[in-house]
């Protein structure tokens, strides 16, 4: 089954600094990749999505993600971060393990970003 | 407008008790999700339900047990069996198991007293 690894649980930023969030998924290149976002005390929102073919993703709020077969990666990027950023990250991936799994999703463990004024 | 709605927001619990997280969604999507999120840990998916009175266990399904009589709500129990149910709960629907794309509820913090 695929998994995706966020590397660094926690990244701090300033205000107007570049962004990066790393992903890296596990094996096979998968249909599609997700950026979610999460604020204190709520649900989770879509930020953006990859589907197959594509390489540069743009999303919601001026993120955008790039993927990179050769890295196995799908890093969250946006060049300058505001205050209203700060929240948690979520990488996902369809768990693949095909039947009753098919369209189940693995997350992965998160990052908080902090972002300094 | 359409969405998924999670209640209580808030919720406490006795130890020895079960009690039951509602989720309901009027997106008309054929499948639902519940995930339990603990700090560090990511999402952790507890059971799932791709239609209507048939759904799946999930990584950490012992001690919670849900329904899916109707469409739109897909209830989860944490019983008594649960030995650490304190945690952030999330309900997520999808459209169908072709598209992946979830729409996550707002959550529940559930809390053992």
């Known amino acids: 089954a695929q998994s995706v690894t966020q590397l660094g649980s926690h990244v701090s930023v300033s205000e107007g600094a570049l962004v990066l969030l790393r992903c890296n998924y596990s094996?096979?290149?998968?249909?599609?990749l997700f950026w979610y976002v999460q604020y204190p005390n709520q649900g989770l929102q879509l930020l953006l999505k990859?589907?197959?073919?594509?390489?540069l993703v743009k999303g919601i709020n001026g993120f955008e993600a790039e993927f990179k077969k050769s890295e196995t990666s799908f890093h969250l990027t946006k060049p300058s971060a505001h205050m209203s950023d700060a929240a948690e990250y979520f990488c996902?991936?369809?768990?693949?393990?095909?039947?009753?799994?098919?369209?189940?999703?693995?997350f992965g463990q998160g990052t908080i970003l902090t972002v300094h004024p | 407008d359409g969405g998924i709605t999670q209640s209580p927001k808030y919720l406490f619990r006795k130890e020895g008790q079960n009690v039951t997280l509602s989720c309901e969604q009027n997106?008309?999507?054929?499948?639902m999700y519940w995930y339990r999120q603990d700090p560090g840990q990511g999402l952790r998916l507890i059971y799932y339900?791709?239609?209507?009175?048939?759904?799946q266990k999930g990584d950490i399904a012992e001690g919670y047990s849900v329904s899916r009589e109707k469409k739109e709500s897909f209830p989860l129990t944490v019983t008594s069996a649960q030995k650490n149910p304190t945690a952030f709960y999330l309900c997520?629907?999808?459209?169908?198991?072709?598209?992946?794309?979830?729409?996550f509820g707002s959550g529940t913090r559930l809390t053992v007293v």
């Open positions: 996902a991936v369809p768990s693949n393990a095909g039947g009753t799994s098919y369209g189940k999703l693995t």
């Open positions: 997106l008309n999507h054929d499948a």
């Open positions: 339900s791709q239609i209507v009175n048939d759904f």
């Open positions: 094996s096979s290149v998968p249909p599609y």
């Open positions: 997520a629907s999808q459209l169908d198991t072709s598209n992946y794309g979830y729409t």
């Open positions: 990859y589907t197959t073919g594509a390489t």
